[in-house]
C-alpha cells in the first residue's frame, strides 16, 4: 500500500507555516512543522512575491532534507475573504442502481458548473447530506438500493485574485498544488465544530496580529465568513512604543503574563533588561496589563459589535485560534463582555498542538476525507526518493543487535573527546 503523506502550506499574515505528515492506522502523524517570519503580505495580499517566494523555497527546502525526499506536491490554504456560500440540491441517478461513491463524485462535478459571481472562485465543494427514499442520512449511503439520489452540497467560495496569487507562488516554485481549503473551513474540520452546532450556533474567531476572521457555524455548516482588519498587533505595538523592546520579547510578555483582573495581578517584574546607553530597567505584571488595558478593551468591543446580531440570535459559543488563543487574558476578557461561553482550541496532535496550526491540520483531514470520495490518493513527497531512503537505513541496520545500536548510540555521542570523569 502506497505511503500517504501529505503536506500543507497556509501564507499567514506575518509569517508562512507548513507542516508534512503521514496517516498511519487511520492516525495522522506529524513528521515536520516549519515556520517562518515574512513581512510579504499586508491583510492578505501579497505586497513582496519575491519574499514570499523565498520564504516558501526556504521551509520546502528545510523539510524536504529532513524527509529525505523532494516536496513536490502541497495542500493550499486560501484566507476567508469576500467569502460566499452557495446552498445546493443536487439530484443525480444512480449508475447501477445502488448508491456508490461515483454517485456522490457526479453529484459533485455537477454542482462545480453553478454559476458564481466573478470575483470569486470555488474552493469547497461540501457535502451536507444525502437523501434516497425519503431518508436522510450524514454519511453516504453506500450499497442502499435507489434510482435517484439527492445530494445538498454547499459551494464555499473566496476572493479570485488573492486564490490566483498564492497558487501562483507555488506553480513558479514547480510545487503542485494538490488540493486547496478555506482556512475557516479546515479550522471547523480539526475542531470537529460542525457535529457541535446541533443545538448551538458558534462563533469561530481567527486572531491573528493584523487580522480576526470571523465565522458562524450553524446546523452543521459553515454559514458566513467576515475579515476584522484588527489584530493582537495593536495590543502588541502599544508596548513597543512604550518601552522599545524587540517584537519577540514583547509578544510573548503579551500573550503569556498579561492579566486584567487587577485585583491579582502583582508589581513583581516579569522582565528586566538593558538600555543602549546601559540603564537598567524592568516591567511588572501590574504595568503591562495597565498599559495595554485600554486598547485591549477597544479590541475586543470590535469583536462584541461583530457577534452582536448571532449572540442575539440563541444560544450561541466562542470559539478562538491562532495567536489569540495564547492570550488566556484576552480569551477571559471576549467571555466577560460577550457573555458566552468562550474557550481557545489547541490540537491534540502529537507535534502541533500550537493553535496557529489548527487550519493545516484540518486542510489536511479535509484532503483525506476526499479521498474516501474520489480515490485520488496522491502523496506530498517523492515518494520513490522516500523508499529508497528507508531501503538504505534498512540496509545499514539489518544483522545489529539491541545490544550492538545502544553501543554504537554511545559510541556516536562520545566520538570526538572523553566523557568527563
Not at 56 to 71: E, P, Q, T, Y
Not at 235 to 255: A, E, M, N, S, T
Request: aromatic share 6%; hydrophobic share 40%; proline share 1%.
Amino acid at each position: 500500500m502506497a505511503k500517504e503523506i501529505y503536506g500543507a502550506l497556509e501564507i499567514a499574515d506575518r509569517e508562512i507555516r507548513l507542516i508534512i505528515g503521514e496517516y498511519f492506522n487511520t492516525r495522522f502523524n506529524i513528521i515536520r512543522v516549519e515556520r517562518e517570519n515574512c513581512r510579504g503580505i499586508s491583510d492578505f495580499v501579497i505586497t513582496n512575491k519575491d519574499a514570499v517566494k523565498e520564504t516558501v523555497k526556504s521551509l520546502v527546502d528545510k523539510a524536504a532534507k529532513v524527509i529525505g525526499a523532494d516536496i513536490e506536491r502541497l495542500i493550499l490554504l486560501l484566507p476567508s475573504v469576500n467569502f460566499k456560500r452557495y446552498p445546493l440540491k443536487v439530484a443525480v441517478k444512480t449508475q447501477s442502481g445502488i448508491i456508490n461513491k461515483n454517485d456522490v463524485e457526479n453529484a459533485i462535478s455537477k454542482a462545480m458548473h453553478t454559476n458564481i459571481d466573478r470575483n470569486i472562485l470555488i474552493i469547497n465543494a461540501v457535502c451536507v447530506k444525502y437523501t434516497c427514499n425519503g431518508i436522510t442520512y450524514r454519511r453516504i449511503p453506500e450499497r442502499e438500493v435507489a434510482d435517484e439520489l439527492i445530494v445538498d452540497i454547499d459551494l464555499l467560495c473566496a476572493d479570485k485574485s488573492i486564490g490566483f496569487d498564492y497558487v501562483s507562488i507555488l506553480e513558479e516554485l514547480n510545487i503542485e498544488v494538490l488540493d486547496i481549503s478555506l482556512d475557516m473551513y479546515a479550522i471547523c474540520k480539526e475542531a470537529a465544530l460542525f457535529e457541535q452546532t446541533v443545538n448551538q450556533n458558534i462563533i469561530l474567531l481567527k486572531i491573528d496580529y493584523d487580522t480576526t476572521s470571523l465565522a458562524l457555524v450553524s446546523k452543521g455548516k459553515l454559514v458566513n465568513c467576515d475579515i476584522l482588519y484588527d489584530g493582537l498587533n495593536s495590543i502588541i505595538q502599544v508596548v513597543l512604543d512604550k518601552y522599545h523592546l524587540p517584537f519577540g520579547v514583547v509578544d510573548r510578555l503579551v500573550k503569556y503574563n498579561a492579566h486584567f483582573d487587577f485585583d491579582e495581578t502583582v508589581n513583581n517584574s516579569i522582565f528586566a533588561w538593558k538600555t543602549s546607553d546601559g540603564e537598567s530597567k524592568t516591567i511588572s505584571e501590574r504595568e503591562l496589563s495597565s498599559c495595554i488595558k485600554n486598547v485591549t478593551d477597544e479590541f475586543v468591543l470590535k469583536i462584541k459589535d461583530a457577534c452582536e446580531p448571532i449572540l442575539e440570535s440563541g444560544d450561541t459559543e466562542i470559539v478562538i485560534v491562532s495567536e489569540g488563543a495564547k492570550m488566556a487574558s484576552l480569551v477571559k476578557m471576549i467571555e466577560e463582555v460577550t457573555k458566552a461561553t468562550t474557550k481557545a482550541y489547541f490540537p491534540e496532535t502529537l507535534g502541533g498542538r500550537d493553535s496557529s496550526l489548527t487550519a493545516l491540520l484540518g486542510s489536511i483531514y479535509g484532503y483525506h476525507d476526499s479521498i474516501m470520495i474520489n480515490g485520488n490518493m496522491t502523496s506530498s513527497i517523492n515518494l520513490l526518493q522516500f523508499s529508497e531512503l528507508v531501503e538504505r537505513k534498512t540496509n545499514d541496520t539489518e544483522g545489529e543487535t539491541l545490544t550492538t545500536r545502544i553501543k554504537n548510540l554511545f559510541d556516536s555521542k562520545n566520538r570526538g573527546g572523553k566523557l568527563d570523569e
